[in-house]
């Protein structure tokens, strides 16, 4: 991912946030989140959760626009098998292969892995952007 950051300029922003979500530094609600299992609550959807990212990409109300958008623009530009896929993998996986995980993608993106990297940094980027609960430290 931080080749394709530095390869792809106008991605820097994105692959730049979803940095500092793999090192853990951002807050929910104005508390540092560290990976602890502890229970937060969200003030968009009023659902109780443990993993604001998972949360906020896969359960969030607050996040469904952008839920639906990723999947429209991925259903659009990669191939049938590649959907099929992505539809039977369980939530962590495909939690995995959003943030880079692209082991099982590759057999069937080809040439579209760059596409699958700029449709997965925009989503990931416009999610945690939209949550209001997660806050995203400014320095690493």
Request: charged fraction near 20%; hydrophobic fraction near 40%.
């Amino acid at each position: 991912m931080v080749d394709f950051g530095l390869n792809n300029t106008e991605m820097a922003d994105n692959v730049s946030l979803i940095a500092k979500v793999l090192c853990g530094s951002f807050y929910v609600n104005s508390e540092r989140f560290s990976g602890q299992d502890k229970v937060f609550h969200c003030n968009s959807c009023g659902n109780y959760y443990t993993n604001p990212i998972k949360h906020a990409m896969l359960h969030c109300c607050e996040t469904q626009l952008e839920r639906e958008e990723f999947w429209q623009r991925v259903s659009d530009n990669l191939p049938v098998e590649l959907l099929v896929e992505l539809n039977f993998l369980d939530k962590d996986a495909f939690l995995y292969i959003r943030f880079g995980n692209t082991e099982t993608l590759q057999e069937h993106c080809h040439g579209n892995m760059e596409l699958f990297y700029i449709a997965a940094a925009e989503f990931i980027a416009q999610t945690i952007k939209t949550t209001s609960y997660i806050n995203i430290f400014s320095n690493i």
